[in-house]
T-cell receptor
């Protein structure tokens, strides 16, 4: 079973920041937090990952709480193309299974 | 940007037939994976493969399934005798070795068993 809990759906206005929360209260010290998204039936797309520190790349920012029990994915200026199913996953290392939960459906509207 | 390539994009097969799904992972990646997604359901892990052997598999990956890396570039998933419930999107993925690397997924093969 997935080790993360996410809200089933969220709405966001185009151009505004989308903040997607994730709870992972049983995360272990070696596990990273990964975010992926899936648009329609395409393959999941990697967005960002982090261990302890906040991370930023060209797609998004990841804020991890100090106790590492929750995190937030931030899409700073959401566009219609960001409408997708977003998955928060904890994983220790390459080669191990990514366990996908139900994720959060983000709907961006104009 | 490097991609994971899957062929075919859509395959229709008769129940009981064998099917082989093909994938070309990213060239310098060392871990390879198969996942599946039944319509309307979650993405499910099937198997991971490293150094020419299975490193982890789920309970879905029973004797009907097998994986192979027949040469230096292809990675295949074989379903020996397909059932109606094998109808799903099958995604191949690959990753670098070590910690802190994302997995790159292909665009999938839609398998329809009739």
């Amino acid at each position: 079973d997935a080790k993360t809990t996410q809200p089933p759906s969220m709405d966001c206005a185009e151009g505004r920041a989308a903040n997607l929360p994730c709870n992972h209260s049983t995360i272990s010290g070696n596990e990273y937090v990964y975010w992926y998204r899936q648009i329609h039936s395409q393959g999941p797309q990697y967005i960002i990952h982090g261990l302890k520190n906040n991370e930023t790349n060209e797609m998004a920012s990841l804020i991890i709480t100090e106790d590492r029990k929750s995190s937030t994915l931030i899409l700073p200026h959401a566009t219609l193309r960001d409408t997708a199913l977003y998955y928060c996953i904890v994983n220790e290392q390459a080669g191990t299974a990514l366990i996908f939960g139900k994720g959060t459906t983000l709907s961006v509207s104009s | 940007e490097p991609e994971v390539t899957q062929t075919p994009s859509h395959q229709v097969t008769q129940m009981g037939q064998e099917v082989i799904l093909r994938c070309v992972p990213i060239s310098n990646h060392l871990y390879f994976y198969w996942y599946r997604q039944i319509l309307g359901q979650k993405v499910e892990f099937l198997v991971s493969f490293y150094n020419n052997e299975i490193s982890e598999k789920s309970e879905i990956f029973d004797d009907q399934f097998s994986v192979e890396r027949p040469d230096g570039s292809n990675f295949t998933l074989k379903i020996r005798s397909t059932k109606l419930e094998d109808s799903a999107m099958y995604f191949c993925a690959s990753s670098l070795e070590g910690v802190g690397y994302g997995y790159t997924f292909g665009s999938g093969t839609r398998l329809t068993v009739v």
